[in-house]
């Protein structure tokens, strides 16, 4: 855009901005005439997708700020009156900065339009607001929160009336409806210093709502004896704080909170990026468990507590479980034999061991898109056909046990993975030999994961060509692993189920060795290269099978970067 064009556009951002703060910010830029901070701001728009919004927070359309929530609601509130779907609207928000005002907007914009709001009035976690929204038969529920994103961040998450997140054409009718939105200033609102005495507003008790969400989700516990854990744990300074330290002790787990990421802070003083996959997220979480006796497992959650991460012990220190590691443990676990027609599922990107396991212990096993909006969405379509879901999960961290919580969940799952080790400990096993034992029945698994980055202008067309170059001519082999087939999930939509349709994701089958995924980032100039490696394990003990795993490990990574080079780009680092 022109400078001409940027200051027209800065000008009728600030007429329709009801925020100070932002107005004040962009009029700040106008004056310096920042070109680059101004295009960056103006030159584009936050996408409403089956995400939601997700964003730096900030001045202008491409951010996330007071007046695309107020819009965002607007066309929310716009398409569920058109739909003419019943009940009320839950609303909830995370620790971040921001995110008490955005709720406040939220609520304000959904009660001029006629909806009765039900609120959380406090910081909640995301598991929690899903599950209220079912519990009170919400029309759909909003969620103010950036997940694991850094500080600076901040988003809007919608559910769907049936519990789970939006899906196409969802997505796409309320986006339209905030295309018809107008300008935030004149979009109808009850101020909050109003919302009390509305009659369509009303507060939900949190205490009441963990209660019955403790209750819901807990799983019948074992009935053997158990030896109860000791465990350190993180919520990273989000809102899972009091809420799984109570639901593992309620489970008879001795908890250890890190006393200096307990309480719920926005500005996250302790870590640069709050996402428990990030190196050094864990960091203080280990040196607790270092000071502290006969520790058994370390456990963190993300800010808003929809994920789930797991240290165990080992002789040099702490090893952290890889989402795919947990996910399996978890499923043996649930998958007890008292299901009719038990159901797992994991997104395309996670490990296709689920499927081995599934197997074995006469399961049905279905692969979604990635997305626990897919998981739950495949999952209502295969309960309809008398299917029973018992868990889904992805390797980024997210996990669902049962049918109470239709999302990620990083509350409940943690009771259910806390009780699986302390079975184990009580047969004087550990959490690895379970998972040596499970690897030495259906085979070693190992993944690895890299990233490819394309800086300048073009990127995001340059991840196009490439994707589009690999699945028309494919390698022969990475690192002589002969490249046996190739599926191009662009196509052929029509001959699979909704919950796996379009994406550009490109499969390169290795055969009897595993295979490789490429995909590109969807919200940045990235290609994403997933390897999921299996071969026999070996038949002396646990601790062989698990050094198998590692250095099996070591190749899939060789092999992504393998897959890097033949498409002609510098291999990037571990995401």
């Known amino acids: 855009m022109s400078l001409d064009s940027l200051i027209a556009a800065a000008h009728r951002w600030i007429e329709g901005d009801p925020d100070p703060a932002t107005r004040a910010e962009m009029e700040q830029l106008l004056a310096a005439q920042d070109t680059a901070a101004l295009e960056d701001r103006l030159g584009g728009r936050l996408h409403f997708g089956t995400a939601g919004l997700r964003g730096e927070v900030g001045a202008g359309p491409n951010r996330m700020n007071r007046a695309v929530v107020i819009r965002a609601t607007r066309g929310l509130a716009a398409h569920l009156l058109k739909q003419e779907t019943t009940g009320p609207v839950v609303v909830g928000y995370d620790a971040r900065t921001s995110s008490r005002r955005f709720m406040e907007d939220t609520v304000g914009v959904l009660a001029a339009a006629g909806f009765s709001v039900r609120y959380f009035d406090e910081a909640t976690p995301t598991p929690l607001v899903a599950f209220a929204a079912r519990r009170l038969d919400a029309a759909a529920a909003v969620v103010v929160t950036a997940s694991h994103n850094p500080p600076q961040d901040n988003g809007y998450k919608v559910y769907a009336k049936n519990g789970a997140q939006i899906v196409p054409p969802d997505d796409e009718l309320i986006a339209s409806q905030i295309d018809e939105a107008g300008a935030a200033s004149r979009v109808p609102r009850i101020r909050w ?21 403790a209750a819901s989700t807990r799983r019948p516990r074992p009935d053997r004896a158990t030896a109860p854990l000791r465990i350190v744990y993180t919520p990273l300074h989000g809102v899972g704080g009091r809420y799984t330290k109570e639901m593992l002790e309620s489970g008879g787990h001795e908890v250890i909170p890190v006393a200096t990421q307990f309480e719920p802070d926005g500005a996250f003083p302790t870590v640069d990026f709050p996402n428990p996959e990030e190196p050094g997220a ?20 993300d800010p808003d507590a929809d994920r789930l991460a797991v240290a165990v012990p080992i002789a040099s220190g702490w090893q952290f479980l890889t989402g795919n590691q947990v996910g399996v443990l978890l499923a043996d676990w649930c998958l007890d034999g008292s299901q009719t027609r038990p159901l797992v599922l994991n997104s395309i990107v996670s490990s296709p061991m689920l499927g081995n396991l599934a197997t074995a212990r006469h399961a049905t096993w279905a692969v979604t898109l990635t997305g626990f909006k897919w998981i739950w969405n495949a999952a209502l379509d295969l309960a309809a056909t008398g299917y029973e879901f018992v868990m889904g999960y992805e390797e980024a961290l997210g996990y669902s046990v049962g049918p109470t ?34 690897y030495a029945e259906l085979g070693v698994w190992a993944s690895a994961q890299h990233s490819v980055r394309f800086g300048g202008p073009g990127g995001m ?10 699945a028309t001519s494919p390698p022969a082999d990475l690192n002589g692993l002969a490249v046996t087939g190739v599926t191009d999930y662009r196509r052929g939509a029509a001959d ?17 060795a595993g295979r490789c995924l490429i995909r590109p980032s969807g919200t940045e100039p990235k290609l994403k290269i997933y390897v999921d490696l299996t071969e026999a394990a070996p038949g002396d003990g646990s601790a062989a099978i698990l050094t198998a795993e590692g250095r099996l490990r070591q190749r899939a990574t060789t092999v992504a970067g393998a897959a890097a080079a033949a498409m002609g780009v510098a291999d990037g680092p571990s995401a």
């Open 193 to 213: 210093s109003a919302v009390a005495d509305s009659d369509l507003c009303s507060p939900i008790d949190p205490n009441s709502i963990f209660a019955k969400y």
């Open 282 to 301: 864990l960091d203080e979480a280990f040196a607790v468990a270092r000071r502290e006796p006969a520790v058994d497992m370390i456990i963190a959650n």
């Open 405 to 438: 919580v239709r999302d990620k969940d990083g509350i409940a799952p943690a009771l259910v993975f806390a009780d699986m080790a302390a079975d184990a400990k009580a047969r004087r096993m550990t959490v690895l030999d379970r998972l040596a034992a499970l």
């Open 461 to 470: 067309e340059r991840v196009g060509s490439l994707l589009e170059e690999l």
């Open 496 to 512: 699979r189920p909704r919950y796996l349709g379009a994406t550009p994701l490109v499969d390169l089958d290795l055969g009897e």
